[in-house]
């Protein structure tokens, strides 16, 4: 069965550390993973794709099917970063499989 | 472009009752999928419609319907309302094309049921 883990429910950090949040997921097919955001107050947004393999607001994701990982990483954190960070993968078509997010939170 | 809509915004029910959630997509796009989303669940896929037909759907009971019209508007139904229903039930449109689509969320309608 499809799963997405979010092992961590909420990440502290201060302004200028680097940040990683994990993600890890359990799929039989070919996986296609997202990360979305949700800021206070906004809708929930893409914010990276892993076949596009760019770089949004400094942070990048890497797939490693080896470890079935898609971490989110940020080598400086900012305190517009805080948001909940969803990592979702596409179990077909559109049909999207959440984790439970990780609420990060960026210090001054 | 307007965004996803989703009317309306707050609702307030009682157990038995039934309700009726509507989603306007993106002005082009055909692919409307439903989520909900619950302190305890999460976010959960309920189904996703394109042109009209249900093409995929999540593991919800079948009090949880919904249908597209030919304008890609999407309405959801959720018959005979439990404590449990209450949610915040997202709705998201994508263009629809392909298998890699990235999905535009709505709002959300906030649910109470009583």
């Known amino acids: 069965a499809q799963r997405v883990t979010q092992p961590e429910k909420l990440l502290s950090v201060f302004k200028g550390a680097p940040v990683e949040l994990k993600c890890n997921y359990s799929y039989s097919g070919s996986p296609e993973l997202f990360w979305y955001v949700q800021y206070s107050r906004q809708r929930l947004q893409l914010l990276l794709r892993h076949i596009s393999r760019e770089s949004i607001k400094g942070f990048t994701a890497d797939l490693n099917k080896g470890e079935t990982s898609f971490h989110l990483k940020k080598p400086f954190a900012q305190e517009e970063d805080s948001a909940m960070y969803y990592c979702a993968l596409n179990t077909g078509r559109r049909a999207l499989t959440f984790g439970s997010g990780t609420r990060l939170q960026v210090q001054p | 472009k307007a965004g996803v809509t989703q009317t309306p915004r707050y609702l307030i029910k009682t157990r038995g009752q039934q309700v009726t959630l509507s989603c306007s997509p993106i002005?082009?796009?055909?692919?409307v999928s439903w989520y909900q989303q619950t302190p305890g669940q999460g976010l959960q896929f309920l189904f996703e419609?394109?042109?009209?037909?249900?093409?995929n759907k999540g593991n919800f009971p079948g009090r949880f319907s919904g249908r597209q019209f030919s304008n890609s508007r999407s309405e959801m139904n959720v018959s005979t309302l439990e404590l449990g229903d209450s949610a915040l039930y997202l709705c998201?449109?994508?263009?629809?094309?392909?298998?890699?689509?990235?999905?535009?969320f709505g709002p959300g309608t906030r649910l109470t049921v009583l």
């Open positions: 419609y394109f042109s009209e037909t249900q093409r």
């Open positions: 998201a449109s994508s263009p629809g094309q392909g298998t890699y689509n990235e999905q535009f």
């Open positions: 002005s082009g796009h055909r692919s």
